[in-house]
């Protein structure tokens, strides 16, 4: 069944969503904002590494899909996770890559056991 002009908007945002976790670094400014706190962008760029343009850019992006929020006091700019699902989110993507890599380590073990070929 095709999308209706009606549903369109609400698979945008979504697909927006999931925008904004498409890059790891994204992914790690998240997990740290996943504790529940506000942090500056000076904090987030010493725990991450990245130059601040580059920061900036993807704190953007993550802004922009609705996953953070920013407020400016004074002279620092605080972020924060826009809502708690978002570290709820995160934390079932963890648990998924951790079976993911779990079953793929033990189908690279069975793999590992099969005789060599020709044998």
Not at 8 to 36: M, N, Q, T
Not at 44 to 50: A, D, F, H, S, V
Not at 60 to 75: M, P
Request: proline share 4%; no cysteine.
């Amino acid at each position: 069944m095709p999308l209706t002009n009606r549903e369109l908007p609400l698979y945008e945002v979504k697909a927006g969503l999931f925008k904004g976790l498409s890059h790891p670094l994204r992914i790690r400014i998240l997990e740290i904002l996943a504790d529940g706190n506000e942090h500056t962008v000076g904090e987030l760029q010493e725990r991450i590494g990245l130059e601040a343009s580059h920061l900036s850019q993807h704190l953007a992006v993550i802004r922009r899909n609705h996953l953070v929020v920013s407020e400016r006091r004074r002279s620092h700019v605080y972020y924060r996770l826009a809502y708690p699902q978002v570290a709820e989110l995160l934390g079932l993507a963890r648990e998924l890559l951790t079976h993911i890599l779990d079953e793929s380590s033990e189908s690279r073990l069975l793999a590992d056991e099969l005789p060599a070929v020709g044998e």
